[in-house]
């Protein structure tokens, strides 16, 4: 059973920094592809980035590149969202996800996330 643990949510100025980890545990083959959504009220649930099992390809929603980085933090199966020059809009509850694939090179494609996390409640002030 994967198990999906976030913290480093919180409240933060705009133009400010925020760190989003994500422990997973009970992935198959010892990791899982992992990613970011977010969902703010109202609205539809937001792809924001993926990540390989391997650490070594990225993918980004289109509204934070540049801005964000997600990365493998030591372990295969943390991952962290490293958001820099955080914007108003950015406030979201933002819900880490893990996909179980064999392959360690591949990026898991947005509808392919089968596991979620609680999620973690970012609201960024004007």
């Known amino acids: 059973q994967v198990q999906l643990v976030e913290s480093g949510g919180g409240l933060v100025q705009a133009g400010g920094s925020l760190r989003l980890s994500c422990a997973a545990s009970g992935c198959t083959f010892g990791s899982c592809g992992m990613g970011w959504f977010r969902q703010a009220p109202g609205k539809e649930r937001e792809f924001v980035a993926g990540i390989s099992r391997n650490g070594r390809r990225a993918s980004y929603g289109d509204s934070v590149k540049g801005r964000f980085t997600i990365s493998r933090d030591g372990a295969a199966n943390t991952v962290s969202l490293q958001m820099n020059n955080l914007k108003p809009e950015d406030t979201a509850v933002y819900y880490c996800?893990?996909?179980?694939?064999?392959?360690?090179?591949?990026?898991?494609?947005?509808?392919?996330?089968?596991?979620w996390g609680q999620g973690t409640r970012v609201a960024v002030s004007s």
């Open positions: 996800a893990a996909d179980q694939t064999r392959t360690t090179d591949y990026v898991p494609g947005v509808e392919e996330y089968d596991y």
